[in-house]
């Protein structure tokens, strides 16, 4: 008991850290995987915007990077991250490989999401006259909200799954904890402590992630 | 007006080639209410949304109000579709909008101010009779309230055209009357073209001014919906207008009839009882009516008898000619 006292103000970091590393890629997901999932969909066969070769090459791209495990990603990416940052050590710094795994997975999750809509509702649209800005904005980013909400959900969780990793190479976060107490030191209280910190992110961000899909459901 | 000008629509596959559409030439006047029936898979869908190159014919002409929409860049493009209306028989409302968002869109999209769209969109909804419903969602709405919803959408930009692919399709009868009066009254009203999809002949006979019947991609027989109704040629034709006209006869009354069994078709306003009752005096044949209909194909009347005579067989053959110089149409059926 005494040792989780002790290493309160540490957990205390740590949490913010990964908070932070996951929270920064997240929205770099959302910045840069969104649009790139909504090229993917609306280049396919049939939509407004079909275009052979852009839906080609955003494909090959995101395959490329998805098919790296994430922990080669994570040392491959150290010397992009020291040029961005000047430092591959912090959480700044694990926040960057973590970002462009997530790019790729959450592009992959939008695509699958938009492609759920009916593509008779988005045929109205274009047969209205509606501009692709006005279609994407107006009928598949609502229509796909709940989708891309759950997949905001998945992302995150897996990011925390990530962010382990990228802690053992000096990203810090919770799992840089576990690491370091749990396998260096073979200190099981604070591993447990850290491993119950982590479930009950998970399921934290899990519920809510469940809920806010729900409360924009229209359908 | 509309005039579609040798259009066909082929599909490619890897593997194989389909032709959706073939070789149509059509042409829809202004302010007319036009059908194109045909059973599934005849190239109706395909035919209507080259109308608005939803699909770009692989060759052909597309001209809407004199303008040919194949010459038109993208964005010249999205302005004629504003001025034409389109409705599905899915509908395809936006779940995620209310009533009020899903006409706005089509307003949006065609760039109206942002002060004038909420009264825009109360007059068309007063127009399809939804106003109570401006704030529900979709899902809340039965299939008829959706179609009008759709249709409201349809009419935000004030369309000169309106496509409708089965729009009735998907509706029970009674809604499908209300759906249909509704585009009748537009029709009437705004003076709209409409272009109706459908297989159910039932539609034709109730609104189209003319129609077109549809197989294999190609257009086999059109013209007034009057004359397809009283005098189909194509076999095709024939078939659907039956499921219109046809009178199943009980076996047991086909079995028992010695005479020949005949049907006469006449326009409904001429008195049809007096001239089969003058045959009768005529000729010394009898003459039994076994049924009779009134069918009003776009409010003309169209009648029909079917009647057994008999008699010797000089006598009822002149009695016959006799009919035959007096109705529309006299036609000996086996009584099979
Ligand atoms: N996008 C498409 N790709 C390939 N074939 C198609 C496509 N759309 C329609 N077809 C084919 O074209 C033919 C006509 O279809 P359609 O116009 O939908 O008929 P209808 O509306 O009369 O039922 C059918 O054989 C159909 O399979
Ligand atoms: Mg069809």
């Known amino acids: ?89 912090g959480p700044l710094a694990a926040s960057v490989s973590l970002s462009v795994a997530a790019i790729p997975f959450y592009a992959r999750i939008v695509e699958s999401s938009a492609r759920e809509i009916d593509k008779g509702v988005i045929e109205a649209a274009v047969a209205v006259g509606a501009s692709p800005w006005m279609i994407i904005k107006h009928i598949i980013l609502p229509e796909a909200k709940p989708g891309l909400i759950t997949g905001l959900t998945i992302t995150a969780i897996s990011l925390i799954g990530y962010s382990a990793m990228a802690g053992t190479i000096g990203g810090g976060g919770i799992g840089d904890l576990a690491i370091r107490y749990g396998y260096y030191r073979y200190d099981n209280t604070v591993m447990f402590t850290t491993v119950i910190l982590l479930i009950v992110l998970v399921q934290f961000v899990q519920y809510s992630g469940d809920f806010i899909a729900k409360a924009v459901n229209k359908r | 007006m509309i005039e579609l000008r040798n259009l066909t629509k082929e599909f490619k596959s890897k593997k194989d080639r389909i032709v959706g559409v073939d070789n149509v030439s059509l042409t829809i006047q202004t302010g007319e209410i036009f059908g194109i029936v045909g059973y599934s898979g005849a190239g109706k869908s395909t035919l209507l949304r080259c109308m608005n190159i939803l699909e770009r014919p692989t060759s ?142 039932e539609v034709v006979k109730e609104i189209c001014h003319r129609c077109a019947v549809m ?50 078709q006449f326009r409904g306003d001429m008195a049809a009882e007096a001239v089969v009752s003058d045959m009768l005096q005529s000729f010394s044949v009898k003459g039994n009516i076994l049924h009779g209909k009134v069918e009003y194909i776009q409010d003309v009347p ?33 009584n099979e």
Request: hydrophobic share 50%; with cysteine; charged share 20%.
């Open chain 1, 1 to 89: 008991m005494s040792n989780i006292i002790e290493i309160l103000p540490e957990l205390n970091i740590a949490f913010f850290q990964t908070l932070l590393m996951v929270g920064i890629a997240l929205l770099v997901a959302v910045l840069l995987g969104l649009p790139l999932g909504i090229i993917l969909f609306i280049t396919d066969r049939g939509l407004f915007l079909e275009n052979k070769w852009v839906k080609s090459v955003v494909g090959i791209l995101i395959n490329l990077i998805r098919s790296i495990p994430f922990i080669i990603l994570l040392v491959f990416l150290l010397p992009f991250t020291n040029l961005l940052l000047g430092t591959t050590i």
């Open chain 2, 60 to 201: 052909g002409v597309v001209r809407v109000d004199g303008v040919d929409l194949l010459q038109l860049s993208s964005k010249e493009l999205r302005k004629t579709r504003q001025s034409i209306g389109m409705i599905f028989q899915g509908f395809y409302l936006v779940s995620s909008k209310t009533v009020y968002d899903n006409v706005a869109f089509a307003l949006k999209a065609a760039g109206v101010e942002n002060s004038i769209i909420r009264e825009r969109v109360e007059e068309l909804l007063n127009l399809v009779g939804l106003r109570d419903r401006i704030n529900q969602y979709p899902s809340q709405l039965s299939g008829g309230q959706k179609q009008r919803v759709s249709i409201a959408r349809a009419l935000a930009n004030n369309p000169k055209v309106l496509l409708c692919d089965e729009a009735t399709s998907a509706l029970d009868p009674n809604t499908t009357k209300s759906i249909l009066a509704l585009l009748k009254k537009i029709n009437k009203e705004l003076g709209l073209t409409i272009v109706i999809i459908t297989h159910e002949m």
């Open chain 2, 215 to 264: 197989q294999d991609g190609r257009v086999v027989e059109q013209g007034s919906t009057f004359d397809i109704f009283s005098s189909p040629s194509d076999p095709l034709t024939k078939r659907f207008i039956e499921t219109v006209l046809s009178f199943e006869l009980p076996a047991k009354l086909l079995e028992s009839i010695q005479g020949k069994l005949v049907r006469l």
């Open chain 2, 302 to 334: 169209l009648g029909i008898f079917i009647m057994e005579v008999n008699g010797d067989e000089l006598e009822v053959d002149q009695a016959l000619d006799y009919l035959r110089g007096r109705v529309s149409k006299v036609e000996v059926m086996d």
